[in-house]
């Protein structure tokens, strides 16, 4: 009975006490297979996620921000950058008018380019309104699956790199429910896989932002979140904090007036790539921030929050 015992007791202990135990299976083997199995569980979910019916399906005239992202798509294909925010007979603004950033507009181009090599009828001008094939849904939810594995992804692994980096005593059980948190995070799972958006690559613009602040790479972490305002105006709800670390850090510098002066650069220089096309006239600016921030129809439409 005592031997029978002290197995029992050998066995309690040898069973691991940490949180680890949840993940020993692949901890042992370092972050990055931990990341590469969470990566490709999320990839799994997002791809589950999308199988389901979407906002706005079968609904006219509408149809929900599927239609919005495939007539984006079908605008800025067959219209030239000028007339994108335009109100015309070519580009009719209160059906899913562009009312989002340039760099949206770019995305959309790109997209675009990928539905018409598959599907020309997808982003066919005036004859794709309401466009619903099974092919068609399956490019779309193809686009918003790789903008997530080449832009979020990427920004969160970089993320972690550099905030675990160099850390003593760094858990890899606690990286790994890191890299869960923050790449099967639901809420964003079923808004740009189940609802239908890309906010995954603002918010992977903004996580690189951060990386690189903790890496010291601040003119990098500049140009990163200028990308991420220029996609999409709600990271404009978290541009005080980078304002204020950037520049309370240029203050405390040696030659503050020129960390400033290198800061403003890259800010200026980012949104003049952003907006080259618009930058021949005023009125071309206000044309587009007008769309931005619609004010003249109020803060909220009846099918979808401006600033979301």
């Not at 997808?122 to 309401?130: N, P």
């Not at 594995?149 to 606690?174: E, H, M, Q, S």
């Not at 790539?273 to 129809?297: G, N």
Request: aromatic share 16%; hydrophobic share 45%; glycine share 6%.
């Amino acid at each position: 009975m005592e031997k029978k015992k002290k197995r029992k007791v050998e066995a309690a202990d040898a069973m691991p006490k940490s949180s680890e135990a949840n993940w020993q299976w692949l901890v042992h083997r370092g972050t990055r297979p931990v990341f590469l199995v969470v990566s490709l569980f999320g990839l799994l979910i997002r791809a589950a996620v999308s199988l389901h019916s979407y906002s706005g399906a079968g609904n006219p005239p509408k149809f929900g921000d599927f239609e919005a992202q495939r007539h984006w798509m079908e605008i800025t294909l067959n219209l030239p950058p000028k007339d994108w925010y335009t109100n015309s007979t070519s580009n009719d603004l209160s059906y899913w008018g562009l009312d989002y950033p340039p760099l949206t507009a770019y995305q959309s181009y790109f997209h675009g380019l990928f539905l018409r090599f598959f599907d020309p009828d997808s982003v066919a001008l005036f004859t794709s309104r309401g466009y619903e094939t099974y092919l068609g849904k399956l490019l779309m939810r193809w686009t918003v699956l790789s903008s997530d594995a080449l832009v979020f992804f990427p920004a969160v692994f970089y993320f972690l790199y550099v905030y675990y980096y160099g850390r003593k005593g760094r858990n890899t059980c606690d990286i790994a429910w890191h890299i869960a948190m923050l790449l099967i995070n639901p809420a964003m799972i079923l808004i740009d896989h189940g609802h239908f958006q890309y906010n995954c690559i603002s918010l992977g613009f903004t996580v690189g932002a951060v990386a690189a602040i903790f890496s010291h790479k601040d003119l990098v972490a500049s140009a990163l979140f200028c990308l991420a305002l220029n996609h999409k105006q709600m990271s404009a709800y978290y541009a005080p904090a980078f304002f204020a670390h950037l520049l309370g850090k240029c203050l405390r510098r040696r030659n503050p007036i020129l960390e400033v002066y290198k800061l403003g650069l890259v800010v200026l220089g980012t949104f003049a790539i952003v907006w080259w096309p618009y930058l021949h006239s005023s009125d071309a600016i206000l044309r587009v921030v007008s769309r931005l921030a619609p004010f003249e129809r109020g803060i909220y439409e009846d099918y979808v929050a401006n600033f979301c």
